[in-house]
């Protein structure tokens, strides 16, 4: 591993930006100073461009193992490198489930392998996996993932008393995807009435309404009460949910009781997207009306929400084109598009660039407690995303690199471009390209 010298940079640090250098030595960011003499191998002229701590997203799908024809940890770590997302933790919908310690060891050797990024792993809850979920050693999980009404088979927890014993037997943070299932089927049953076969795309949100996610998050806060467990509630998505946890929003981002995130399409998009996006826009929870949308921002303004995360959750382009509202599958890439997305919220005013890159690096490794990352700082890993904005971005098709080679940013326009990306010291992306080979990356450790 060489070394690297970050010159003429102008770097996001912890008390705010500054004109420097930064000196990389192995994985780690070794010197701040603007007089640094070191003949490191490698210089990048950083003139103009802004460098940030690399995002870590804390809420992706990446597939693998057991589909394989939707996603690897191989492209979608390259997505996420190209977007300036140093680090991952990937959600255990994968076949087979990660709901066993060897089904979660099977997934680092694969990462090792394979992951361009830094990587961390969720235990899924089963109804049958209580006593790995005790067994599981918490520095090596970044929680145990709960799905309380979700189409993921035997992953979901839809019974109280086995979910208050699964949030009893957690040794980490509970992590939570909340939707209530009575209504969901309720509401399907209806809109199959109304529309027979052709329901309509805009119905997604009235069918997955805001109700299903209220109920269901005020039990998971219930269950975390009850247990004294840390829940984080991942991608909220209406106004109601940032009212609901407005009141839990006190304390140091680690050690509160209640925290929330947020992902890229409920920051991005909004119910009028559905005529023209249909499909490509179908994710769960779904994406609702532009005053949730503006509820969400303000709630990541106000620390109510404490994390960007994307949901990046591939599917076949085939599975998404369909017609039939009912068999496209919920899901859409957003891993190489996050930090163009924080950065157009910030052209637009509606957040600043410190509110929205702190809420996708820094806050996220203090609420998952990940050392030493998230920072630009001396004697922290160097996880580093350098980007352009002096250069307008627009997505073309041969730039997605995701194994889906769809998304619904395809002819976005942004207003910077991801230059360089940095992952534990290892330049992975140089001028917007992939500059090495995968598997130099690291394991993410945790301190629950
Ligand atoms: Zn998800």
């Known amino acids: 591993m060489s070394k690297i010298v970050l010159k003429n940079a102008t770097v996001m640090t912890d008390s705010g930006f500054k004109q420097t250098q930064v000196l990389i030595d192995g994985p780690y960011i070794a010197k701040i100073d603007p007089n640094i003499n070191d003949s490191a191998q490698v210089e990048i002229d950083c003139s103009g ?3 940030l701590p690399g995002l870590i997203d804390a809420h992706v799908h990446f ?13 979608e770590s390259a997505a996420a490198a190209l977007g300036g997302v140093t680090s991952f933790m990937d959600m255990p919908n994968t076949s087979p489930a990660t709901t066993t310690i060897e089904a979660l060891h099977n997934k ?5 392998n394979d992951s361009y990024v830094n990587y961390g792993f969720y235990l899924g809850a089963s109804e049958h996996n209580l006593e790995e979920v005790k067994r599981v050693d918490p520095h090596e999980i970044a929680g145990i993932k709960i799905y309380m009404g979700s189409t993921t088979g035997n992953l979901l927890l839809d019974d109280d008393n086995a979910l208050f014993k699964m949030f009893e037997a957690a040794p980490t943070l509970v992590a939570t995807h909340c939707e209530d299932n009575g209504i969901i089927n309720a509401n399907t049953a209806l809109a199959k009435e109304m529309y027979g076969d052709k329901i309509p795309f805009e119905m997604h949100h009235i069918i997955r309404n805001r109700d299903c996610c209220v109920k269901s998050s005020l039990l998971a806060i219930e269950a975390a009460k009850a247990t004294n467990k840390r829940l984080h509630i991942m991608h909220l998505s209406s106004q109601e949910e940032v009212e609901l946890l407005s009141q839990y929003a006190q304390g140091d981002i680690h050690n509160r009781q209640i925290s929330a995130e947020v992902c890229i399409p409920h920051l ?17 929870p779904a994406v609702k009306f532009e005053r949730d949308r503006r509820a969400l921002i303000q709630g990541l303004r106000k620390g109510i929400i404490t994390t960007i995360g994307t949901d990046h959750a591939p599917h076949e382009l ?19 598009f996050s930090l163009n997305v924080i950065f157009e919220l910030f052209k637009r005013k509606e957040l600043s660039l410190e509110e929205g890159i702190k809420a996708a690096t820094i806050n996220v490794a203090e609420r998952f407690g990940i050392e030493k990352r998230g920072l630009i700082k001396e004697g922290y890993f160097a996880d580093i995303a350098i980007i352009d904005p002096r250069e307008r971005y627009t997505v ?19 207003s910077c471009k991801v230059t360089h990306t940095i992952a534990s010291g290892n330049l992975v992306v140089a001028d917007s390209k992939l500059c090495s080979d995968s598997g130099n990356a690291m394991a993410l450790r945790f301190n629950p």
């Not at 680092?108 to 090792?112: F, G, H, M, N, V």
């Not at 730039?399 to 940013?409: E, F, N, R, V």
Request: with cysteine; hydrophobic share 35%; glycine share 4%.
């Open 49 to 51: 461009k802004l460098v």
């Open 63 to 75: 597939r693998q193992p057991g589909m394989e024809h939707k996603a690897t940890i191989k492209t």
């Open 108 to 112: 680092q050797a694969l990462a090792s």
């Open 268 to 284: 991005f998009f909004n119910d009028t997207d559905y005529p023209r996006l249909k499909g490509f826009l179908k994710c769960n």
């Open 318 to 336: 085939a599975v998404k084109q369909s017609e039939n509202y009912l068999n496209v599958a919920s899901g859409l890439p957003s891993v190489q």
């Open 396 to 414: 073309h098709q041969d730039d997605i690199a995701s194994l889906c080679k769809w998304s619904p940013m395809l002819n976005q326009s942004f």
